[in-house]
């Protein structure tokens, strides 16, 4: 026989094992032969193999009869049950913020550590210390979330928080082990495994129908077997303890029917209406296949019962769509209804199914076609498209045997090594804490590195496949370094302003302190610092820091003290102008703004009294002697420190200042003689007359502007 052409599957269950050669042709499947032998004494349980010589004596017998028509058989294929499948969901969450962006060797790594969660929950809910008892024979991903937000994929994204949740499976190591161990007694090669399950799967519901929320269930004789698909996936597997004996046992009771024939008259109960029987005594009876399931309804109620609750557990707690029974237990009459009711599913939405159902598949003998082959050709089938291999790879010089589903990765590797992936990448550095304008900041520092994984002496990523009896040395990824940053990498940007002042251009940066003390901006921070930087706001705040204070001295007001009260004069006091409207020093300045800075004035008496308009002076113009002449006569005087002060004087800010007001009375014609000078005449004969606008007038006489005033001597001779 050629293993090119010939495929040899074993299914070996609890009651029977069940060999099928089965020929392959392109993308089509013909069952050459199938023979079927049941166990001679109690050599399996819950689908484990508890005695593994009777178990191959049963496997050699089948292989010998075989090869009688069909040559020598050295390789096989089988399958582990799917009851002895551990199904896990976990998840794995990692902060990502201000990291680079998410690639794919970070998914996987996420995906891996997911499963190594789900594989040491499984060891723990085992009782077994340690998670490399169990192989992981496969993992989906359920769905990726971004801070807490599901996303199809996570490459490139930036974020918070990445998460992945998974579901993985699980098979106990000593699964397999003891089915290699018979095989090999039988002197047969396992070519490949595959599990029950997926078996049934792969030929009842292609992967284009697994986004269907779907059930598929195996009876056999003492367990059932449950598998769950949806959204794409199986998502669950799971296993009760009670099948088809318990319905062949119950017509073995009510019958009296020896085993064996209890089991056929179940058969034939599920494909005719009326059967007829021969119990242990002789007696033959007719049975109707009404009153068969009226008899047997507490056993069949029993095994509806802890399927459908399988089933509901399974599937968080709700019925699927549909649910499809094979396996030889799926034939007891009446199951189909009684799942269907219990599930609250229409009837039609529950089905048995045959070899039949499985397209590309012809048979040597046409009358084959029962559930009970579902699981073998499934087996068979299976173990060519996905097949699981042993493979041995050396981990760190550190030999590990691998049980893989299609390709094995470097990934699965490490799994199987046991080494913690967490621990692989480096940690990272040291944050530093310091606090910036009041502000409390953690500067985290770099990161840790991936790890490097070296496969056949070439650097290899998580991904890669790897061969049988390769060689991995994995060497943890460097920690990071604490943080290290200056100064200016905490400012966002340093402001920086230009402003004119006078017609000078300036450049305003602020002025930065750390711990108290002044510092540049390429200062290296350290641990706990406290760093302050402030840039000018106002007027004020600017002239300080350019050091120009001598010119907020010229802002001030210019203050005296007149006649002993304070008094600010804001017309001497200095003046800003911004872009030549007046401000205040404590106004906003900004970026290339033109300031003009006027200084104190110093100002004369004249100017004070001016301003405080003081009357320094009360004047006449008159006319004398046919000239013209202005009488002066003063009304207040300035004193500083006692002494009496010119108008030209100057004062000064803080200068104290008496005003000495005078009462004014009017002019008298007496006044002009402190503006002329009189020549006496020589002869000195008789008096002078002093006329006003033609008329005499006297010493006292009062004078008004524009008066015409004579002194006039003897013989009317005019005297200047």
Not at 95 to 123: C, F, R, W, Y
Not at 481 to 487: E, K, L, P
Request: with cysteine; net charge negative; proline share 5%.
């Amino acid at each position: 026989m050629h293993s090119k052409d010939k495929i040899f599957a074993l299914d070996i269950g609890t009651r029977s094992v069940v060999g099928i050669i089965l020929e392959k042709d392109k993308e089509k499947y013909h069952v050459v032969d199938i023979l079927s032998i049941e166990h001679k004494e109690r050599a399996m349980l819950d689908g484990q193999i508890h005695d593994v010589l009777a178990v191959s004596k049963i496997i050699l017998e089948i292989k010998s009869k075989l090869e009688k028509k069909y040559g020598p058989l050295h390789k096989v294929s089988v399958a582990a049950a799917g009851r002895a499948l551990k199904t896990e969901k976990s998840s794995y969450s990692t902060t990502i913020k201000g990291k680079p962006m998410i690639t794919q060797q970070d998914i996987l790594h996420m995906e891996l550590t997911a499963v190594q969660n789900a594989q040491s929950a499984v060891a723990e809910k085992n009782n077994q210390d340690k998670s490399q008892f169990y192989y992981c024979v496969g993992y989906s991903v359920l769905r990726y979330l971004l801070d807490d937000q599901e996303l199809g994929n996570l490459i490139d994204q930036q974020g918070n928080i990445a998460t992945v949740e998974i579901i993985a499976t699980f098979l106990p190591r000593v699964v397999v082990e003891s089915l290699i161990a018979a095989l090999n007694r039988a002197d047969l090669e396992m070519e490949a495994l595959t599990l029950e399950p997926i078996a049934a799967i792969n030929v009842l519901i292609p992967p284009s129908m697994r986004r269907l929320n779907v059930a598929l269930v195996d009876i056999g004789a003492g367990t059932s077997d449950i598998a769950i698909t949806d959204s794409g996936t199986v998502i669950a597997y799971g296993m009760v303890p009670i099948a088809g004996d318990e319905i062949t046992e119950a017509i073995s009771d009510q019958y009296l029917l020896d085993f064996p024939l209890a089991e056929e008259a179940k058969k034939r109960l599920s494909e005719q209406e009326v059967i007829s029987v021969t119990d242990i005594l002789g007696f033959t009876t007719e049975v109707s296949r009404e009153e068969a399931i009226t008899s047997i309804s507490p056993a069949l109620d029993k095994l509806s019962d802890h399927i459908c609750k399988e089933i509901l557990a399974l599937n968080n707690h709700k019925p699927p769509k549909a649910v499809m029974l094979v396996g030889g237990g799926s034939q007891t009459p009446a199951l189909p209804n009684k799942i269907a009711e219990m599930l609250h599913l229409p009837s039609n939405r529950v089905a048995i199914r045959g070899i039949d159902a499985i397209t590309h598949l012809t048979f040597e003998d046409a009358n084959v076609k029962g559930p009970e082959l579902v699981t073998p050709v499934g087996i068979a089938i299976a173990a060519g498209k996905t097949p699981v291999q042993y493979k041995t790879v050396y981990v760190n010089e550190q030999p590990v045997r691998l049980f893989e589903i299609n390709k094995l990765t470097v990934g699965d590797c490490l799994l199987a090594s046991g080494i913690s992936l967490n621990k692989l990448y480096g940690k990272p550095g040291n944050a530093m804490i310091v606090t910036v304008n009041n502000q409390q900041i953690t500067i985290p520092g770099t990161y840790g590195e991936a790890p490097v994984i070296i496969r056949n002496e070439i650097k290899c990523s998580l991904d890669d496949i790897v061969q049988n009896g390769e060689e991995l040395t994995v060497y943890k990824g460097k920690d990071g370094q604490q943080a290290a940053v200056q100064i200016k990498d905490l400012l966002d940007a340093i402001p920086e302003k230009s402003i004119q002042i006078n017609g000078e251009i300036f450049q305003v940066t602020p002025t930065i302190m750390c711990n108290g003390l002044a510092a540049a901006k390429e200062k290296w921070v350290e641990d706990r610092d406290t760093i302050n930087y402030i840039m000018p706001t106002t007027i004020k705040d600017l002239l300080h820091s350019l050091q120009l204070d001598h010119y907020m001295k010229e802002m001030l007001p210019f203050r005296l003290t007149v006649n002993d009260k304070d008094t600010v004069i804001p017309a001497f006091s200095g003046s800003i102008l911004r872009n030549g409207l007046p401000i205040k020093l404590d106004y906003k300045f900004d970026h290339e703004d033109e300031l003009t800075i006027k200084r104190k004035k110093t100002p004369t008496v004249k100017e004070l009294a001016e301003l405080k308009h003081v009357l320094l002076y009360q004047v006449l113009p008159v006319t004398f002697n046919g000239k013209k002449l202005t009488l002066t006569k003063q009304l207040a005087q300035f004193k500083r420190n006692d002494q009496v002060l010119p108008l030209d004087t100057h004062l000064y800010d803080g200068d104290k200042i008496i005003i000495e007001q005078k009462p004014f009375n009017g002019f008298f014609f007496q006044d002009l003689f402190a503006y002329i000078q009189i020549d006496m005449p020589q002869t000195k004969a008789g008096t002078f007359e002093l006329i006003k606008n033609g008329e005499k007038a006297t010493f006292l006489t009062p004078l008004k502007k524009g008066d015409d005033l004579q002194l006039i001597w003897p013989a009317n001779t005019p005297n200047n």
